[in-house]
């Protein structure tokens, strides 16, 4: 498929042709007939609408026809007749379009291995290496290409790799796995992982409120304990002003009390009204 496609319509050789006709018969379309005629050099056609088919050169030169790029509709009948002065010559094909598929290979449950050839024409055929228990399905698709898969058993622990050779007509392919004893990841494993994450992450999220909740009373038991701190440094600096105002108090006092001349006592009052005053 998509490759190009020679269809020959070899004549006689030291032949003219008169006459080329070319029928073809694709799936759910009426024959298409191109036909041309070397007497005119005329080419005329009828219920022929694919492009991709044409004649390879020039009808006086070559009766052969070309598909450019083959398609899964191009599967079907193509004849050719010549018609010259020593009688006419016919050419059939059975044109088969073919479609390599796309392999893969993969662990299965419970000690198995799956490989398959995907959308292959003609269906494709799988072997094991070494050789097995394995059950083989075919599943066939509309557009005519047609999905293989084969499901390899195995039961002796020493198998640690098998091999899936496809076989087709574009091409072989050999793809291997490597198996451990388990046979690759099972539903089962699949299963207790799926049961662990939730267990895990709740023991995570009770670990980190369980952190929450500590470090909340060790705030509320420590706010008590911090507010006589907070008075002691409030009142440090009224302490300091009586202590400092004291000595100012006494001076004041024994001035006042003490005897002296008209000029001291003058001067004490002044000072008792800054005292006063302050």
């Known amino acids: ?9 070899p004549a006689p ?6 006459l080329i006709t070319w029928v073809i018969i694709l799936k759910g379309q009426p024959p ?21 088919i044409t004649w390879a ?7 052969d026809l070309l598909i450019n790029a083959v398609a899964l509709d191009h599967d079907r009948l193509y004849s050719c007749e ?5 009688g006419n010559f016919l050419r059939r094909h059975n044109l088969q379009v073919l479609v390599p598929p796309a392999v893969t290979l993969l662990p ?3 000690r198995t291995a799956v490989c398959e050839a995907i959308a292959g024409k003609p269906a494709a055929q799988i072997f094991w290496n070494p050789d097995g228990d ?14 293989v898969r084969s499901t390899y058993y195995w039961e002796q622990n020493n198998v640690s790799s098998v091999f899936c050779f496809v076989s087709h007509p574009t091409g072989n392919q050999t793809l291997p796995i490597e198996l451990n004893g388990s046979g690759g990841k099972s539903l089962g494993s ?17 670990f980190i409120w369980l952190l929450k909740i500590i470090g909340f009373r060790k705030c509320r038991w420590t706010r008590p304990e911090a507010s006589p701190a907070v008075e002691e440094d409030e009142m440090q600096p009224y302490a300091s002003y009586t202590e400092k105002s004291n000595p100012l108090y006494d001076t004041v006092t024994k001035v006042e009390v003490c005897p002296a001349s008209q000029g001291e006592v003058n001067g004490t009052d002044g000072l008792a009204l800054s005292a006063t005053g302050i």
Not at 13 to 18: C, D, E, G, H, V
């Open 57 to 63: 050169s020039t009808p006086d030169q070559s009766p």
């Open 32 to 52: 298409c007939r191109i036909i041309y005629k070397a007497e005119t050099k005329e080419t005329s056609e009828t219920n022929c609408t694919d492009r991709r």
């Open 13 to 18: 050789p030291m032949t003219k042709a008169l």
């Open 108 to 110: 299965g449950e419970n």
């Open 1 to 9: 498929m998509g490759a190009k496609a020679l269809l020959c319509c």
């Open 190 to 206: 699949y299963t207790l992982y799926i049961i662990s994450s939730p267990i895990i992450l709740l023991i995570i999220i009770g």
């Open 82 to 86: 010549i018609a010259t002065p020593q």
């Open 134 to 147: 394995h059950g083989t399905k075919q599943e066939s698709h509309s557009n005519g290409t047609t999905t």
